[in-house]
């Protein structure tokens, strides 16, 4: 979008969570909560105009084998499938950072206690696996879309190719708009995933070195 090298983008994301880190968890919390509500619209829209444009995409992706062209079930796809899926369980494990801040649980809040513990907590592999299936639908949409393979697996490549759908027959210049829908899309998902990250490391290089140097 903005044709300066992925290394640069890294770092300029880098640089703009830090200061953001440094105040804490409360700022890094108003930071989720604001955004929160733009996440989800640019997460979900692409999918209800594309399902809403293509009913039969669905169908279409349960028929579809893979590259080259699978017919048969094959052992070593299923376990390449099975790698991704179980290393993503693992990451459920950040779901940690967030829970230590849940209130004390009381007779008051016992039922929402528990609702927020098991749905943040455990509960969180159900989203993942949405996740996952909502990946292989975009990227079988890219694919029908003369996207390479190669490059169809490319969450970027997903949703440039889902936002130009939205965008057709809407504004002129779609694939302009898409770039830039994509764009802000990222930027927004990085900054809410680096916090995190950052905080949740902040938090691991604290604790190793309490326990190596017994201080603070």
Known sequence: AF???????????ALAVIPLVTH?????????????????VMLLLPYAVVLQKNPGLLNELLHYG????????????????????I??????GEQADYLRFMP???????????????????GWVVLGVLKML?????????ISHAVPVARAVDPNQMYLVA??????????????WAIAATALLVVVSQMKINVTNAYAGSLAWSNFFARLTHSH
Do not use: H, K
Not at 68 to 83: K, S
């Open 163 to 176: 936002y130009e759908e939205v965008f057709t027959n809407l504004v002129p210049y779609p694939l302009t």
């Open 87 to 92: 290393a993503l369980i693992t990451q459920m």
């Open 104 to 122: 004390e649980r009381t007779e008051a809040n016992r039922r929402r206690w528990w609702a927020g513990l098991l749905l943040g907590g455990p």
């Open 24 to 40: 804490g968890v409360t700022v890094i919390s108003r930071l989720q909560v604001w955004t929160q509500p733009l996440w989800i």
């Open 134 to 142: 909502g990946g292989a639908l975009l990227a079988y949409l890219a």
């Open 3 to 13: 044709d300066i090298p992925p290394a640069w983008g890294y770092l300029l994301c």
């Open 66 to 85: 893979g590259e080259p062209g699978l017919t048969r079930f094959d052992p070593l796809a299923f376990g390449a499938a099975m790698t991704v899926g």
